[in-house]
Nanobody, 118 residues
């Protein structure tokens, strides 16, 4: 059974940092394009960051460039999203997404809530 389990969300003040984790089981992350999405209340889901392969090329939404970093580790079968200089508008549920590079089969995590508030 495939599982993507996010953790690391919470409440942080503006300007603070959080590191989200996405631990995978049942799949080998080197075979997947890994992404983080977020959905704020009343808004559509937004692609935040993508990594084409563990340690490979990355891409970011303009709104988070220079502040967020996606990374991964095959030994731990985990992907992280380091979020720095957080803003109130970063408040959202952040979800991990894995797409198989050859079959395009997709898996989602259930998400973790990030709240940026003073």
């Amino acid at each position: 059974q495939v599982q993507l389990v996010e953790s690391g969300g919470g409440v942080v003040e503006p300007g603070g940092s959080l590191r989200l984790s996405c631990a995978a089981s049942g799949i080998a992350l080197p075979n997947y394009v890994m992404s983080w999405y977020r959905q704020a209340p009343g808004k559509e889901r937004e692609l935040v960051a993508t990594m084409t392969s563990l340690g490979g090329s990355t891409d970011y939404a303009d709104s988070v460039k220079g502040r967020f970093t996606i990374s991964g580790n095959s030994a731990e079968n985990t992907v992280w999203l380091q979020m720095n200089r957080l803003k109130a508008e970063d408040t959202a549920v952040y979800s991990c997404h894995a797409r198989n590079r050859w079959t395009s089969v997709v898996h989602w995590g259930k998400g973790t809530l990030v709240t940026v508030s003073s």
